[in-house]
């Protein structure tokens, strides 16, 4: 029997649990919905979800007149949303409170006269939605030399996707201090991640080895990799407990678990059950 330790935060998030339950409670009254795009990033969640009703559109092109649809917790750019309320669609909008947030800071500082700097994925969802919801001019970093690049502005004001590192926010803020004659930062990283990111680092030199579970589209679980591995772990990343080398496990008597914020906890208890077993 190996030991498992499971990060002290991990699995769903509030902004996804909010989403998921709202869902299932949709289907199971109503039967069928649509969602624009994966609504959270977990193909296995997504699945069950799907058997249960739930359809999704490429885009908001392929939600029907007056159907039921929901915005994901990444959310949608707000002509989106208006488009589909426009044509009778019942919007379910599920945007997490987080993203909300920093969509409604990127919108008032760019009606302020901020040029907008967003720090993230340019082809993330979120990103996207955020983008969707601004008027004036923005820019999309993914760190510091990216910033480095930026044209010099009299007003910046940096915004960052609810799921990067706060170290790397600040130092992009850093670098943006040298293009910008004022510089307004909004730390917009989400709690949650800030939680799970500082479990992980916490599980260094306690265990042999890192399994992170989650969806390899999920940039949070992603961050968690990338944090295990410059603690100095050994980690593997798996959706499902079928993607495990088993040969990994080999000489390690200690393994840390840790999950994204969009891994159900189902998926977590049998990658926990299955390690502790072998």
Known sequence: MREVIVAEQAGFCFGVKRAVDEIVKV?????????????????QEVSRLQAMGLKIARDAAEVPDGARVFVRAHGEPRAVIQGLRARGAKVSD??????????ERASELSSRGYRVVLLGDV???????????????????????????????????????????????????????????ELHVCNTVCGATVERQDAVRRLAGRVDGLVVVGGKESANTA?????????????????????????????????GIAAGASTPQGLITEVCDKIARM
């Open 27 to 43: 289907l199971t009254d109503e039967g069928a919905a649509w969602s624009i795009g994966m609504p959270i990033h977990n193909p």
């Open 94 to 103: 599920m945007t997490c409170p987080f993203v909300r947030r920093a969509q």
């Open 123 to 181: 082809l993330h969802p979120e990103i996207r939605a955020i983008m969707g919801n601004i008027e004036g001019a923005a820019d999309v970093v993914a760190g510091v030399e990216d910033a480095r690049k930026l044209p010099k502005a009299p007003r910046v004001a940096l915004i960052s996707q609810t799921t990067q590192r706060e170290e790397l926010l600040a130092e992009v803020a850093s670098a943006l201090v040298l293009r910008a004659g």
């Open 223 to 255: 961050k968690l990799r990338d944090i295990g591995e410059a603690g100095g772990m050994d980690v593997v990343w798996i959706e499902n407990i079928g993607e495990m080398d088993w040969r990994w496990l080999d000489g390690k008597a200690i393994i």
